[in-house]
């Protein structure tokens, strides 16, 4: 502990025993001029602005911006439909039932405990589960999903978009072209059983999670075709039904985002599966592994930043996306 004394102020004191001897005009005007911090001039955040709990049988929402990277929590609810038109820090949502949700991208992780007959559209960095039952989800996810102590888990690929849904995925650090929907780690697996499934490839996202019908949400315009979804549609790891795949990689350009996805509208359009997708930097020995004797063509070319690997399958698929890329990319540098 210290103590700190000023004898200037105490002789000041003495001299005006009533108080402060300075001009009211002049201690006014050493008030405006005391230093101002930015931490002083952010907004003061309500909690409860960022939450929903104990709710039953509504439809609740925040608009894009209103959470605008933000944690967020969900708890205690029964048979509502919520949705989180915005990105976020990270979600917690427990104790939840009978429940339809959608989740923006969220940076972290989005964590659901004791929760049950809830289904789900979500878009997350990290995805988790504890303590949870029969649930249906639409998931986006960087990294590995975990499922722990839960049952009766099904998951399908993403598929969402509104106009602002793009640049949230941005503001997230998100990559639409990394989602490992399909590739789950059961940290907890029973002998004989399967904790968890994959939903059929042809479930509609808005059979499950429906389009919001409150006032405020209807103004966002919302789709859940297939072919308008931010998130390309993979084939993950349900069956490919042949052999042959070819892999197509665009070096990091103005046009990759859209010029990959012009080369999977061409090769879904004639039938084949697009079977996964990854935005990753690739190093010198990563070259080397997959371009082989080509390699060091590419090693220039790797330093412009990621590239989108896109994986198809099919029967004819390695012929097709050749002559695809020969007509629809003339104007652009291909090897193969």
């Not at 985002?257 to 090769?267: G, P």
Request: hydrophobic share 35%; proline share 4%.
């Amino acid at each position: 502990m210290g103590c700190f004394f000023s004898k200037r102020r105490k002789q000041a004191k003495e001299q005006q025993p009533g108080g402060d001897s300075r001009d009211p005009a002049a201690a006014g005007e050493e008030e405006k001029q005391q230093p101002q911090y930015s931490w002083d001039q952010r907004a003061k955040i309500d909690p409860k602005d960022y939450m929903f709990s104990g709710l039953k049988d509504e439809t609740v929402g925040r608009l894009p911006g209103k959470v605008a990277g933000q944690q967020f929590v969900i708890q205690d609810c029964e048979n509502c439909n919520i949705y989180i038109l915005d990105h976020s820090a990270t979600i917690t949502i427990d104790d939840c039932t009978s429940c339809r949700i959608f989740l923006g991208p969220v940076k972290g992780s989005v964590f659901f405990r004791d929760c049950k007959d809830c289904k789900c559209v979500v878009a997350c960095q990290q995805f988790r589960t504890r303590d949870c039952r029969k649930m249906e989800v639409f998931l986006c996810c960087a990294t590995q999903p975990i499922i722990e102590s839960s049952t009766g888990m099904k998951f399908g690929c993403f598929q969402y978009y509104y106009p602002e849904l793009a640049l949230q995925f941005k503001d997230a650090g998100l990559s639409i072209f990394n989602n490992t929907w399909s590739n789950i780690h059961d940290f907890t697996p029973v002998s004989g059983e399967n904790n968890w499934s994959l939903l059929p490839d042809h479930a509609i996202t808005h059979e499950y999670v429906p389009l919001p019908t409150s006032e405020e949400l209807k103004g966002v315009r919302i789709s859940t075709d297939a072919a308008k979804s931010i998130i390309p549609i993979t084939r993950g790891k349900r069956q490919k039904g042949s052999d042959e795949s070819c892999l197509a990689v665009f070096f990091a350009g103005d046009y990759t985002t859209a010029n990959a996805r012009k080369l999977i509208d061409e090769m879904t359009g004639k039938g084949f599966l697009l079977i996964q997708t990854k935005e990753v930097a690739m190093k010198a020995e990563d070259a080397q592994r997959v371009f082989q004797q080509e390699a060091s063509d590419f090693v220039p070319l790797l330093e412009k930043g990621p590239v989108v690997a896109l994986e198809f399958g099919g029967d004819g698929a390695v012929e097709t996306c050749r002559g695809v890329i020969t007509d629809v990319f003339s104007g652009t540098k291909t090897f193969s």
